[in-house]
């Protein structure tokens, strides 16, 4: 027993996986239960002059047909942004309604106009082709920056200008002195372009409402299900929130996309008490791909300023960050707190101004997708990096050293404080950068850089060396900045009579694997074995009001609450054990499941004490049975991860594609529980930060049309794509959690989009190119080098 | 329109008079309520749906069920033999090669296939007979593993 | 995803076959491995009214060689192609084409016969199969012919095959120095560009060459400029060049997302050096 906090310890979940007896949303199924297809528009802007339902409802089979006017005459507003950013001069942000199905104007292809439902899914689509919409196509504005100007496409009335608000953050005099006093400046301009997420198993809910009880139930694919029963109780539907049930099971992938409580959901949740039945939907992968949130869509221009040493004097931004055609839940403090407060990284920038205006256009709504705002911000700034250090002709890692924030550990010496609000935690960037030098073998690859190159190959390494924040806190910080939220997270640890446990997480794991590594850390924390812990999430029914998964938040926040939960046991254990032992709680100490009078072998184990706790019969006086904890965490601060990955690539001189030869990643998350779970997220999230470098990006039409909606047409990573990864670690733990945990699940991300086209650039250097336009597409690749670096 | 069809799957036989429109993954999924095997497009893209049709992998949501009439079909609920995990099934999880499990099923089904096909897979091959599946979890580094794990197994 | 109701028939002989589609009229259609009209219903791009499955009609599947011609039934899938014996030793362009089509799941089932009836534009196996010099065999109530595969491609989706022809067969001479290169779009895995060389040296020189080339343009073509510049050289790197800048000659290349028209036809040009290179190697 115990030892188990940084073992290998494999994956409790994976037992029904593998089986395929997972078990998602579309695998359930109710009793009498209908089914659904919302109706959408083909166009990205139009005016809807009228909608005929006649013969679709006429069709045999059809339950029901609803349309914009019946939600709007049932006052539903529809799904509510969560954060609230106002504009830089006090002016309030913008908040356009969104309604679930749209009466009067689309506002991006894939608006809804009408939910059809059914006896089955068959009968669903053929009705659904009978309704017949008279559009009047209007023009529209999808890209961010051209939004903003006179006489642009308006997405809404009441948005001038497109505008939802102008936010900065820094200090923007003492940035313009330092650029008016720089020795050499980097200037680069890109478009983080327009991500789908693209989880595998596409959103779905079964909706019912229980007449009996007058009580709602919604299977649904989320990754936080209090929040989304919030959302949907209390500011959508106006539902009392003790009459809703929210239950996420297996979910298949969410990476932020799942976060959202979306209109669709509420929809089929309100037709459901509307029809008296039980409503199944299940998006298409092509609805996905016009329905879910996207991530991105940040058009950026940014300038580093440089003294004559080589140090960094001041970092400067000006973005343009789309929110599609409606405020999603979070989408309002992606591009401001959560990009523009990283944009110092992990140099000593003395100097940094940050400037985003939001706006909207005629996409689908864009919202956190893995990293969130921090890719962004990482992107911009390590770009600038790699440039800045090759026009004054430094190695990048020397650079980089040159600028770092020193060691701190955030104990003895105190957190760094940093010139755009963030206090970082902890730190030790240049022992990750040399651990990653000497990982890769640096000066090797140089070498082999050379000798590739004298053969007239292409070959080429980029850096990334990224701090990103999350477990985003505390509740009080992000209220004063306009969350409508707290960021706290929730766990109760029941231990039953028999001295067996159960975790009930407001975590939700899609696989991160809670089930395992909650599990470990309380298994040791108690004694016990891992068969003797098992972890429920997902049900609002049974699980405390935690905020869910998502920013790479669930050990450092929920994990924290559980060690909460784990201290009042151990407390009362104590009082209980003392009581049998006849000694007082100060003489005891907690060791291999077992309370022990120090310096003696008195002793008495974990599950003696808990079933004293429920059968009380020689009990301490006063004290009440049960040994059952529920504890709320709400952290001091972010917690702040950081990392340097090193990428190795070839170009093919013919095609211009892009092949990765080596691909190095030390990440320093803190104190790590699970070193095989934590190394498969950093996996993943490189796989999808170089989707981002390499080959994924919505592309529209003016029109506003995706043209890339398919995964025919949206390139995504396979397995061939990759080289196998080297990871490795570094431990500067969190002064400020139980656990001295992190984050790690969009480390990969965060850091490996920039080292992947640092690399591609560097391999081009040859060719006069300095910068490419993401994703680094063979065809790009090739005309870069084939008309002087111009596409 | 209906269809009458005759199948094993999973070692039973079934007979079900089916409307001929639906696919192949939703009559296994719906019909018999074997959800192990997913639907994760409508492009024949991701195959998280695949299964073994006469012991190759197809993508069932390529194909009407009506199409699989007289078929031996395995899924995913069918790799475990007398209660003992398919080779694969153990790698998966050894190596952890799964992360959400959505599109965990499907990728056991082709590399079953692979392995079937080449007992020793290189990398490459690996990486390439893997082509049909789309996992956005894992970054296939551990999938990868698991099937040569259950390759050194066999 | 869900196609539009249709009539389901299976025909046991390929008699049964035409008859079935004669009753059916002009919303009948064949299906066999059905991987280019079953994704095309699911969209309800395609809505026969009647699906009649060839898949089960004898005599339509195996690959068998007989004086100097490998004939492949129209149902052999992809997957079957690319790991035949016969195919690998005696035209291994062909089998390297099939093992690079779509994925392995898809080469399982999909069927060399509905793949150059469907005639895909982004499809590999027409520009191998054109330079092969491969015969396409149909059957029809009508009877049978074959058509070359030069003359058998004619425009998008559209090929010499008549409404109630079967594609029974494909015939292929034995092309022992044959290749094929594919540069395969990322995200679908269908060809941007693929190029079928089939090559015939003696003493060092080209004696023939045959290029066929898919994806390029709406349909696959015979490289006809380029085989002439090669014919007869000693195929040395120069003429290759030409050869390559020549082989889009004019047709107008396809312009999408992933190539456009200007890098399609250099992609052109490099697949054409790398087939040559493979086929010369096998030569």
Known sequence: MGNLIGKAVKRVEDNRFIKGEGKYTDDFNMKNQTFAMYVRSPHAHAKINNIDISSAEAMDGVVKVFTGKDIAEAGIVGSICGWQVDFKNGDTMKEPGHPILVADKVRHVGDPVALVIAEDKYIARDASELIEVDYDILDAVVDPKAAVHDGAPQVHDDVPNNKIYEWEIGDKESTDTAFENAHHVTSLSFHNQKLVPNAIEPRAALGHYDSNEDKYTLYTTSQNPHLARLIIAAFVLSIPEHKLRVISPDVGGGFGSKIFAYNDECGILWASKQIGRPIKWTADRSEAFITDCHGRDHVTDAKLALDADGKITGLRTKTYAAMGAYLSNFSTCVPSYLHGTLMQGLYTTPAVHVDVTAVVTHTVPVDAYRGAGRPEATYSIERLIETAAKEIGMDPAEFRKKNFIPAFDGVSQPGYQTQVALQYDSGDYEGALNKALEVSDYEGLKSQREEARSKGRLMGIGFSTYIEACGIAPSAVVGSLGARVGLYDAASIRVHPTGKVTIHSGAHSHGQGHETTFAQVVADAFGIGMDDVNVVHGDTENVPFGMGTYGSRSLAVCGSAIMKSVDKVKEKGARIAAHKLECSPDDLEFANGAWTVKGTDKSVGFGDVALTAYVPHDYPEGEEPGLDFASFYDPANFVYPFGTHICVVEIDKETGEVEILKYVAVDDCGNIINPMIVEGQVHGGIAQGVGQALYEGAVYDDSGQLLNGTMLDYTMPRADNFPMFETDHTVTPCPHNPLGVKGIGEAGTIASTPAVVNAVIDALSDYGVKDLQMPLTPQRVWKAMNNNGKL | MSFTINLTVNGVNYNDVIDTRVLLVDYLREKLELTGTHVGCDTSSCGSCTIHLDGKAMKSCTMFAVQADGADITTIEGMCQNGELHPLQEGFKEEHGLQCGFCTPGMIMTAADLLKNNSKPSEEEIRCGLDGNFCRCTGYQNIVKAVQYAADKS | ?283
């Open chain 3, 1 to 283: 995803m869900i196609a539009y109701k249709f009539d389901y028939k299976v025909a046991n002989s390929i008699e049964e076959a035409f008859s079935m589609l004669s009753s059916a009229g002009d919303a009948g259609s064949f299906i066999s491995g059905g991987h280019s009209l079953v994704p095309a219903m699911k969209l309800r791009l395609a809505e026969p009214e009647t699906l009649i499955d060839i898949s089960k009609i004898p005599g339509m599947s195996g690959v068998a060689i007989e004086d100097g011609f490998i004939t492949i039934g129209g149902l052999v899938t992809h997957a079957e192609v690319a790991s035949s014996y016969i195919i690998k030793e005696s035209c291994p362009g062909l089998a390297e084409c099939a093992g690079v089509i779509g994925d392995a799941q898809v080469r399982n089932k999909g069927t060399i016969g509905g793949n150059v009836a469907h005639a895909d534009p982004g499809s590999d196996y027409p520009g191998a199969l054109i330079a092969f010099g491969a015969t396409i065999c149909l059957s029809s109530s009508e009877g049978s012919r074959e058509i070359a595969a030069e003359n058998f491609f004619t425009g998008l989706f559209d090929t010499a095959k008549e409404q109630g022809e079967i594609v029974t067969a494909v015939k292929v001479p034995v092309a022992s120095s044959s290749a094929y290169a594919k540069f395969p779009n990322p995200a679908s895995r269908y060809a941007v560009v693929g190029v079928g060389v089939a090559l015939n040296m003696e003493n060092s020189t080209c004696q023939s060459i045959i290029i066929g080339v898919t994806g390029a343009a709406d349909h696959a073509y015979r490289a006809k400029e380029s085989e002439s510049i090669l014919n007869g050289s000693e195929l040395e790197e120069n003429n290759i060049e030409k050869a390559a800048s020549a082989v889009s000659e004019s047709k107008e290349m396809m312009n999408d997302l992933v190539a456009s028209a200007d890098y399609r036809t250099h992609l052109c040009g490099v697949m054409l050096k790398r087939a040559i290179a493979k086929a010369k190697y096998r030569s």
